[in-house]
């Protein structure tokens, strides 16, 4: 099975190659390009990468800068570096066009989170080859959209493409929980370096289960994420006297009301086109509960099936929140004055927050039990990027291309930075390499310990990455 999958990739990706090279030639006469030595360019980077420990914390994309900006540099392409702190730099390169359009940014990070060496069969920073595969910390997440964007940039170079627009290569600092030293400090202070029309960066990628390739998926919008402390106030006593005021009763009954409570369900033009299209591949009876979802789900069947069996279809239908923290308390025989538990709320694009706190401060109903809503974890809020124009149609034709399946538009649950340059008016597209579905239950996805990617999805993902960026930016004749 899996072989017959590798050999129907093999072919599509001809096909799509063909395409790459087609366009690549009408556009400026383009020297042929020899795949197994950008293959194994494409490696050579992709191990020196996942060699260097930009864990975060603490943080130092220091190497991985420095690295990149010296290939960048060799190959006579403008290269700059914007810091905050100088061990937490980002990366600007940039090929010049005609500026008959506006330019396309391609993103990645450079940080990866931090380890347990300990765990690790393959040491998280040795990029050790086994089987077909690559082991390392930060193989999917997320060196391999900043090497297949450094490839994309350096073919661009080499093949002397005539570009309509500027093509943009950020590589940021901070992505994993310290977005201050990479997108906030480049929107606050350098936003005329990276603005754009389009943005490609991570958040999407092909899936494919037991071999074979079911759907891509292009993240199109994210939920907000939000902090919010319920703090829950008593009078303090003797444990052998119990109170009717004991704060971790009040507390205890506020977060199992919240716990109850269903958000109302609310599509958007992502999450609608997700589940119409879900339903076109789906099985019948998958596919009638997509459709009940669409036609507002009256009866709560599909949402109350979604809740028990496929929890992140449900947190896609609404903002969701999580009691994920509890603390107070500090001997058995005290009753404490003041307990809190923090809640992760993850939030639709457009949501109005002071109105969900108060109708949360409504559902609780207990003036004992105070809900704060505070700082940090949070990003800015920001419209879908639009369906409707030329980067998402390049790339759904792209998908067909390379990978010969359906492209599902997606709302992240999770937070991305291109919240941040949706929130300036640029239409953001997250990508990604194919993954397989069985890989992250058995400890092999982003964030596991043992993280890794398919050799054969990271040269494809290069190619397909490569040609969409080739397709929006190259001078048509």
Sequence with gaps: MRHRSSLTLAFTLLLALAHV?????????ASPVNLAAVDEE???????????????????EVPAVEYLKRILEAEGIEAKVFALDPQRPNLVARLRGNGSKRPLLIMAHTDTVNIDPKKWKHGPFSATREGGYVYGRGTVDDKDNVTSSLMTMLLLKRSKVALDRDVIFLAEA???????????????????????????????????????IQYASIQTTEKIPNRIRLVANGVAGHGSVPLRSNAVVHL????????DWQPPMRLNETTRA???????????????RYRAILAGDETGTAQEYFAENVPRFNSTLRTSISPNMISGGYRVNVIPSEVEATLDIRALPDEDMLRFLDQLRKLI??????????????????????????????????VKRHYNTITLPTMSTGATDMAYLRAHGIDCFGIGPMIDSEDAPQGFGAHSDQERILEEALFAFTRFNYDVVLSLAATKP
């Design 21 to 29: 090279f087609a366009v690549s030639t009408a556009a400026q006469s």
């Design 42 to 60: 494409t490696m050579r980077h992709f191990q020196a990468l996942v060699r260097m420990d930009t864990s975060d914390p603490p943080g130092n």
């Design 174 to 212: 901070g992505e994993e929980g310290n977005v201050k030293f990479g997108i906030e400090f480049m929107v606050r202070e350098h936003m005329a370096e990276i603005d754009a029309e389009f943005c490609l960066a991570e958040g999407g990628g092909v899936v494919r289960t037991g071999g074979k």
């Design 252 to 259: 205890a009954k506020a977060i199992a009301k919240i716990a």
């Design 274 to 288: 997700f589940f119409e299209r879900l339903a076109t591949i789906s099985t019948p009876e998958d596919a009638a």
């Design 365 to 398: 109903n207990d003036p004992a039990v105070e809900v704060v809503h505070a700082p940090g974890h949070s990003r800015p809020g920001a419209p879908p990027s639009r369906l409707r124009t030329e980067a998402f149609e390049v790339l759904e034709a792209a």
